[in-house]
């Protein structure tokens, strides 16, 4: 089983109470992605990016490893795998219609949430001055009793919510960022996805279809295995327990950022 296919198998729980109003369309029009690998947006928030590009959001996906881990076939280099998901990555941003790729080249497996990590986000968050987030969630360690989150995505995660708040919106924090130009700016909202405590439901059902053909230019990554029936599975699931119901969903922690 792949790493993202067990990310996903994670059990969906019951709504948590609110503490914000939860919502399903960003209040800002440039919303940044910030996932480990190459492919992994695609399973967290493939349909809700597609959504809100849709809508007319000018959407980033920050991609921080090379993904050239991903991989034990004898027969391919890291240097070609690197180049190879690249390309499919930017053949899935076309398709969900996500406008800018950003791409740090991490060594894949080897990432740690170090400040020299936080300054490249944080970097990144600034350049394209967005308002919103979308992240992957930097408490879960285990899901169920079967698999271990895969070590980048807990630093990815953890680096970019360190970013995001608060040394994104802090003039005294890396001070070098000014001297490039960078001027701070305040994240209002985030979405965390792959959480324990979900409490909004992006309705997916328009765009469904984009994230699994998305998904199948990870061919690299899939394989012979067709995404459709699993990731339709999962999604309606989602989507039962969105008030109102809808066919297909994708649910994140939703935060508002005060301060």
């Given amino acids: 089983m792949s790493d993202k296919v067990a990310d996903e198998k994670q059990a969906h729980e019951e709504p948590i109470e609110d503490v914000v109003e939860p919502r399903e369309i960003p209040l800002g029009k440039r919303v940044l992605l910030i996932f480990a690998h190459p492919d992994d947006m695609e399973f967290g928030c493939g349909g809700t990016a597609a959504r809100w590009a849709d809508e007319g959001c000018e959407i980033c996906l920050c991609v921080v490893t090379d993904g050239s881990s991903g991989s034990d076939d004898p027969g391919m280099t890291p240097e070609k795998l690197a180049e190879t998901r690249k390309s499919e990555q930017l053949a899935a941003n076309k398709i969900l ?43 879960v360690y285990f899901y169920g009793n079967q698999y271990i989150n895969h070590p ?16 994104a919106g802090n003039r005294n924090y890396f001070p070098e960022l000014l001297e490039e130009g960078l001027e701070p700016i305040k994240i209002q909202e985030v979405y965390i996805s792959n959480s324990r405590e979900p409490d909004v439901w992006v309705d997916t059902s328009s765009t469904i279809d984009r994230k699994i053909e998305a998904l199948r230019q990870h061919k690299s990554q899939m394989g012979d295995w067709d995404p459709g029936p699993m990731l339709r599975k999962w999604s309606a699931e989602d989507g039962a327990k969105r008030t109102p119901p809808v066919d297909y969903a994708e649910d994140f922690r939703y935060m508002k950022i005060e301060g």
């Fill in 152 to 167: 980048d995505h807990r630093a990815v995660a953890t680096a970019a919510i360190e970013a995001l708040f608060p040394a």
């Fill in 97 to 139: 219609g996500i406008s800018h790729l950003v791409n740090l080249d991490r060594p894949d497996g080897m990432v740690v949430p170090d400040l020299d990590l936080r300054r490249d986000l944080v970097r990144v968050i600034r350049q394209f001055q967005t308002e919103v987030i979308v992240c992957q969630d930097p408490s």
